[in-house]
């Protein structure tokens, strides 16, 4: 540290500065005090990037953000003023030396046991900053601060502000890189969209300069442009790495982010072996020496000119010289805030000998929960409104189609006239979709599901209360709007709640029991609420789930609309909505006739024409609905493909229950539960038992092709019961080995196509997923109608309910085809591992 200048400011905000601790490409960083005696890194802004209201934004927006970042191996931001005529932030004060200074000047590389340590603190650190919803961006050996106990990593989170500025003269006046050439991600030179994967090759890159001394790619003074070429083309030189831990760096330095493992997996892989400290014997004594040298540091006042005396005045002989006051600094100082800097943390080591803060409860971002318990309450109340909200959607669509013959007999409608009932909900639901998830990035998911809940509770209530199939038409068609909205906000909320393994696995898992079980609640529900009241309320007990959902989605944290910096894209949202529009259309068409028709040929291959030309433009464009990646990674595509056929094979199944209850055990409670109960008890253990478990110990494609082995073979059970059809006998056995196969499979394959996607396109992936989902169920529909409706209109009239019965048979067959399909689709292509605590990984 260094003495201060007389140019220096003598306070900011509430800390009183005594040193300098350096310069960094933002500002100044000084040694400060409270008035409390904690004593704290305070980072000044440079006055040029001060002056831009863009950088201001963010800056304040990225500090907020920060501010939430927990860990034992990170520097709490404690306080900050981005309003201040000069912008600043306050940080723990680690007192140690930077892992550079430990390199290159005190000791030289590490030994192996330290580099493990490193590795496994290190990324212990990026997956709280990951689960804060940041990404670090300049995560170097300079930024690593070294002490007894373990590294720090600091500075996390405010490099994004730096962003705003790329765009304008500033980053040709200064020449200013975001991020440090040596330490720098491929897609980090090449311009792309940053994802917490390019903090993992960062790290590969310190812990390669840690174990050797040396950059990853060798020195830069060949040239800038040299150097980010072999980052971006050339594979790294190991030489000198330990051997046990090359794999694992190599792992990290993969071109591909989607290769690389999440910081929750380094951490796993780096498990310190061995007790004692961390650090050889020389580098910790010197670690002793730096703080004693801190507690003896006594800050002297910058020395400035005294102020000459005019000439028609005197001194004052009663003024002693020594109280001249220096020169007024150039800073503005800001007005004093509490004495006590958020976060109200204890007194570090080098002020042990001073009193301690009075805590203070941490700072809390306005409609944000506060740093650490409250946090997680939130993580609860979002899964509990998301995978309610799901399951109302589910259970809304399950107990109307049991509803139908009521409706049918009660307004008077033609069995001509319930086609277009089924066919405005599937249109405007599946159409929607995409146009659900872009929302939910643009405006928040929070507010997206305030209005999909305020949405599907005034659909359903319209609805219920129908005097005439006009007024149900419209209402099913709001319903379907809402429920996209619904669907794809609750998922992104859930995707992006954690970062950490067990808290991710285990939502996955709530969420999935909710949706695939959500069919099932519908029909056991839907059996007294049909026996005993009337059809109306079939639509009224979703409406009232939504309107109790609506408070407790009030208390969910406020997101800032700008904050992912997500801009709209119209042309993407129209050829995806009008794609998905003229696909489930013309699916419908043919579902309710029966047979394939000219509308039915022009609307898919529009709907296919458009969707095409929606995946070209995602490719290309420079702000797209959802980042090209997600649709060039077999694994994720792999994922989609096996939840499509899924799809087919859920809806084989639902299906052929609800005609088995209806038309055969006349809706009777005992045989319902019989059936449903097995199939609900099966999907909870599946999903929060078993894949919940353990989806960071097994490779998600093992999870979800023996999930979908098992449903299948439950589904086989069904379809070659004693009558042809289902078989009592072996109902508990064979729907509890569906239900538990549908649910291990569920978590891996949501697990594999929302984890790495950045949190801005999060609600984006959420459509993807239930887009997959949705044209899966319209596949199996337009099937029903081919293998049952046209089978039953060929048959004779005395024979018609034996053919539905064969009918729905054959299609439990086609239901078991299509869940070895998806089996086999899940085991070949899903090949990577999945990663621990995605959240926004990769």
């Given at each position: 540290m260094d003495q201060l200048i007389v140019e220096d400011p003598t306070r900011i905000g509430p800390y009183?500065?005594?040193?300098?601790?350096?310069?960094?490409?933002?500002?100044?960083?000084?040694?400060?005090?409270?008035?409390?005696?904690?004593?704290?890194?305070?980072?000044?802004?440079?006055?040029?990037?001060?002056?831009?209201?863009?950088?201001?934004?963010?800056?304040?927006?990225?500090?907020?953000?920060?501010?939430?970042?927990?860990?034992?191996?990170?520097?709490?931001?404690?306080?900050?003023?981005?309003?201040?005529?000069?912008?600043?932030?306050?940080?723990?004060?680690?007192?140690?030396?930077?892992?550079?200074?430990?390199?290159?000047?005190?000791?030289?590389?590490?030994?192996?046991?330290?580099?493990?340590?490193?590795?496994?603190?290190?990324?212990?650190?990026?997956?709280?900053?990951?689960?804060?919803?940041?990404?670090?961006?300049?995560?170097?050996?300079?930024n690593v601060l070294v002490t007894v106990d373990g590294p720090r990593v600091i500075d996390f989170g405010i490099a994004r502000a730096m962003d705003s500025l790329a765009g304008d003269s500033l980053l040709t006046h200064t020449g200013m890189l975001i991020g440090s050439a040596g330490f720098m991600s491929p897609e980090q030179v090449r311009g792309l969209e940053l994802t917490p994967a390019s903090?993992?090759?960062?790290?590969?890159?310190?812990?390669?300069?840690?174990?050797?001394?040396?950059?990853?790619?060798?020195?830069?003074?060949?040239?800038?442009?040299?150097?980010?070429?072999?980052v971006a083309e050339e594979e790294a030189d190991l030489t000198g790495v330990p051997e046990t831990l090359a794999d694992l760096v190599r792992d990290c330095l993969h071109k591909d982010p989607s290769r690389r493992p999440t910081p929750a997996q380094v951490a796993e892989r780096t498990s310190p072996d061995r007790d004692g400290e961390w650090l050889p014997g020389t580098v910790l004594a010197q670690l002793g020496r730096h703080a004693a040298k801190l507690l003896d540091y006594a800050p002297a006042m910058p020395a400035a000119p005294e102020p000459a005396p005019r000439p028609d005045t005197q001194p004052d002989p009663r003024v002693p010289a020594a109280r001249a006051h220096p020169l007024p600094p150039p800073y503005?100082?800001?007005?004093?805030?509490?004495?006590?800097?958020?976060?109200?943390?204890?007194?570090?080591?080098?002020v042990r000998h001073e009193a301690p803060p009075t805590p203070t409860p941490p700072f809390t971002p306005p409609g944000q929960d506060p740093v650490g318990a409250p946090r997680g309450a939130g993580r609860r109340r979002g899964l509990l409104v998301?995978?309610?909200?799901?399951?109302?959607?589910?259970?809304?669509?399950?107990?109307?189609?049991?509803?139908?013959?009521?409706?049918?007999?009660?307004?008077?409608?033609?069995?001509?006239?319930?086609?277009?009932?089924?066919?405005?909900?599937?249109?405007?639901?599946?159409?929607?979709?995409?146009?659900?998830?872009?929302?939910?990035?643009?405006?928040?998911?929070?507010?997206?599901?305030?209005?999909?809940?305020?949405?599907?509770?005034?659909?359903?209530?319209?609805?219920g209360s129908a005097g005439d199939s006009g007024t149900l038409f419209w209402a099913r068609v709001v319903q379907g709007a809402s429920a996209a909205l619904l669907t794809t906000a609750g998922l992104a909320l859930v995707t992006t709640g954690s970062s950490d393994t067990g808290r991710r696995g285990r939502a996955l898992g709530v969420y999935a029991a909710f949706t695939c079980g959500g069919s099932a609640v519908g029909l056991l529900l839907g059996v007294?609420?049909?026996?005993?009241?009337?059809?109306?309320?079939?639509?009224?007990?979703?409406?009232?789930?939504?309107?109790?959902?609506?408070?407790?989605?009030?208390?969910?944290?406020?997101?800032?609309?700008?904050?992912?910096?997500?801009?709209?894209?119209?042309?993407?949202?129209?050829?995806?909505?009008?794609?998905?529009?003229?696909?489930?259309?013309?699916?419908?068409?043919?579902?309710?006739?029966?047979?394939?028709?000219?509308?039915?040929?022009?609307?898919?291959?529009?709907?296919?024409?458009?969707?095409a030309g929606f995946l070209w433009r995602q490719a290309g464009a420079s702000g797209p609905l959802l980042a090209p990646y997600v649709f060039r990674d077999r694994n994720r595509v792999g994922a989609l493909l096996t939840l499509f056929l899924v799809g087919i094979g859920s809806l084989a199944l639902f299906s052929s229950l609800a005609f088995y209850l209806q038309q055969i055990?006349?809706?009777?409670?005992?045989?319902?539960?019989?059936?449903?109960?097995?199939?609900?008890?099966?999907?909870?253990?599946?999903?929060?038992?078993?894949?919940?478990?353990?989806?960071?110990?097994?490779?998600?494609?093992?999870?979800?092709?023996?999930?979908?082995?098992?449903?299948?073979?439950?589904?086989?059970?069904?379809?070659t019961g004693d009558n042809g059809y289902l078989s009592t006998g072996l109902s508990l056995p064979s729907m509890f080995l569906t239900g538990l196969g549908l649910g291990a499979a569920l978590v891996p394959l949501l697990a594999t196509v929302t984890a790495g996607?950045?949190?801005?396109?999060?609600?984006?992936?959420?459509?993807?997923?239930?887009?997959?989902?949705?044209?899966?169920?319209?596949?199996?529909?337009?099937?029903?109608?081919?293998?049952?409706?046209?089978?039953?209109?060929?048959?004779?009239?005395?024979?018609?309910?034996?053919?539905?019965?064969?009918?729905?048979?054959?299609?439990?067959?086609?239901?078991?085809?299509?869940?070895?399909?998806?089996?086999?689709?899940?085991?070949l292509l899903v090949t990577a591992r999945e990663p621990r605590g995605a959240g926004p990984a990769r």
């Open positions: 009183r500065l005594i040193a300098r601790l350096g310069a960094g490409g933002m500002g100044l960083v000084y040694l400060g005090r409270s008035e409390g005696g904690r004593t704290v890194a305070v980072k000044v802004v440079q006055a040029e990037y001060a002056g831009n209201p863009e950088f201001r934004r963010r800056f304040a927006r990225e500090v907020a953000a920060a501010r939430r970042v927990g860990g034992s191996w990170t520097a709490a931001v404690l306080d900050a003023d981005p309003e201040a005529a000069v912008p600043w932030v306050a940080t723990q004060y680690i007192p140690g030396p930077d892992l550079h200074a430990v390199v290159a000047k005190d000791f030289g590389p590490l030994p192996e046991h330290s580099v493990r340590t490193l590795a496994n603190r290190l990324a212990l650190a990026l997956g709280a900053v990951h689960e804060a919803g940041l990404i670090h961006r300049d995560l170097k050996p300079s903090d993992v090759f960062c790290l590969g890159a310190v812990l390669v300069y840690a174990a050797t001394g040396r950059l990853l790619f060798g020195a830069a003074d060949t040239g800038l442009n040299a150097h980010l070429f072999r503005a100082p800001t007005a004093p805030a509490d004495a006590t800097p958020a976060g109200g943390f204890g007194p570090p080591p080098d998301a995978s309610l909200a799901q399951l109302t959607v589910v259970l809304a669509a399950t107990v109307f189609t049991m509803a139908m013959p009521s409706v049918q007999s009660d307004l008077g409608v033609e069995s001509s006239g319930l086609s277009p009932l089924f066919t405005a909900y599937a249109v405007s639901f599946g159409a929607l979709l995409l146009l659900g998830g872009h929302l939910a990035d643009l405006m928040g998911r929070r507010r997206s599901l305030l209005v999909g809940l305020l949405g599907f509770a005034a659909a359903c209530a319209l609805g007294p609420l049909l026996q005993s009241l009337s059809w109306r309320w079939c639509l009224y007990a979703p409406a009232a789930i939504a309107v109790l959902l609506l408070p407790v989605a009030l208390t969910l944290p406020r997101e800032d609309p700008g904050a992912s910096g997500v801009r709209p894209d119209v042309p993407g949202v129209l050829l995806g909505t009008g794609g998905l529009a003229a696909l489930t259309y013309g699916l419908a068409e043919i579902e309710s006739g029966g047979t394939i028709n000219l509308l039915a040929v022009l609307l898919l291959a529009v709907g296919a024409g458009l969707l055990a006349g809706y009777q409670t005992d045989e319902t539960w019989r059936y449903l109960l097995p199939l609900l008890v099966g999907t909870v253990i599946g999903s929060t038992q078993v894949s919940a478990r353990l989806l960071h110990r097994a490779a998600p494609q093992v999870l979800i092709a023996a999930g979908l082995v098992v449903a299948a073979v439950g589904v086989l059970v069904l379809a996607v950045a949190p801005r396109y999060a609600g984006a992936a959420s459509a993807a997923v239930a887009t997959a989902q949705q044209l899966g169920d319209a596949i199996g529909g337009v099937l029903l109608a081919m293998v049952v409706v046209v089978a039953a209109r060929s048959a004779e009239p005395d024979d018609q309910y034996q053919t539905l019965v064969e009918g729905y048979g054959t299609f439990l067959w086609c239901g078991f085809g299509a869940l070895l399909l998806a089996a086999l689709a899940g085991g």
